[in-house]
């Protein structure tokens, strides 16, 4: 499905259960502007609501680009409460795709600029090739990180990191992301790396998955008993389903599970 600049894929058989979400905006290296913001907006309702979906890479079809952040040629003709509005509707996009039930991989080749970095840090889990160079370089714009880099780059690469890349906007290359990416491979092989992981995920209990997605997510926002208590509750989610069942069985009779997401 294309939504504007936004291609939405499904993968068919044996990858069934794995979606692609794509950039393609080539004239504008991916810059995110208000036609591509809808088109992410309704492809996450679409994944959202795709109920076959066990996990999405999110990747681009420009080479040697993943997203060079927001459209600064859009954002020349907008007043202060455009942008403002463009701003928010950014970060919510991001939070509510942060928000999906299942795992999310980012696939870094190239840049990631700005709010293109603040996509990949909303993603739970980022492959970069290593010629991969990211940057959040809003400070230089003398605007800050909008929509979400001041508060996600810091929880996964640490506070005092976080500051130095965000007081300076300078580039940093994949050898320095090493703490911000589980994976930096040969350029051009982010999307196998990607996509190999996604086929081990896809293999796995689905509801299982959504669940340990959710106890992680909601555990880091709170005290420890409140944490275990999220993990509590995520474990009752798949104690009485088919799927646990099926996996004591296929063990039994040492044979692959077939699980179905109940
Ligand atoms: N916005 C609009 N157009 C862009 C952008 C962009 N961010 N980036 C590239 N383009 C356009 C270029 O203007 C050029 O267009 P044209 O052919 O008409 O001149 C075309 O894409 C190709 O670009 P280049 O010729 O520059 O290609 P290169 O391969 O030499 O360089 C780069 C590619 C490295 C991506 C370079 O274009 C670049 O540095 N771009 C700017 C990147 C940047 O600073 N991004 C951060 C933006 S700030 C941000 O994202 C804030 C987000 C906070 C949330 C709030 C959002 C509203």
Redesign the pocket.
């Known amino acids: 499905v294309q939504q504007g600049p936004v291609r939405l894929q499904k993968l068919s058989a044996p990858d069934t259960g794995i979606v692609e979400l794509r950039l393609e905006r080539p004239?504008?290296?991916n810059?995110?502007g208000k036609e591509m913001l809808q088109g992410l907006r309704s492809a996450i309702q679409e994944v959202e609501a795709d109920t076959a979906a066990n996990v999405v890479l999110v990747t681009s079809s420009v080479p040697k680009?993943f997203c060079?952040?927001?459209?600064?040629?859009?954002?020349r003709l907008m007043g202060p409460s455009e942008?403002r509005d463009?701003?928010n509707s950014?970060r919510s996009t991001f939070s509510s795709f942060e928000a999906l039930s299942i795992p999310t991989i980012a696939v870094v080749e190239g840049?990631a600029?700005?709010?293109?970095l603040?996509l990949a840090l909303s993603c739970d889990l980022r492959i970069c090739g290593k010629d991969a160079k990211f940057s959040l370089?809003?400070t230089g714009?003398a605007?800050i990180?909008?929509?979400g880099?001041t508060q996600r780059l810091p929880r996964i690469v640490g506070r005092s990191r976080a500051k130095e890349l965000i007081f300076t906007g300078r580039r940093f290359d994949a050898v320095e992301a090493v703490t911000m990416v589980n994976y930096c491979v040969p350029a051009g092989d982010a999307y196998q790396k990607a996509l190999e992981l996604a086929r081990e995920i896809n293999q796995k209990g689905p509801l299982a998955v959504k669940m340990a997605k959710k106890a992680i997510d909601q555990g880091a926002e709170v005290d420890l008993p409140s944490a275990l208590a999220v993990e509590e509750e995520c474990y009752q989610q798949v104690l009485h389903t088919e799927d646990r069942l099926e996996g004591l069985a296929a063990f039994a009779e040492k044979r692959k599970p077939i699980y179905k997401g109940k």
Not at 68 to 75: F, P, Q, S
Request: hydrophobic share 50%.
């Open positions: 004239e504008a290296k810059a995110i680009v060079a952040g927001a459209d600064l040629k859009e954002r942008v463009f701003v950014l840049v600029f700005g709010g293109g603040e370089p809003e714009l605007i990180p909008g929509a880099g």
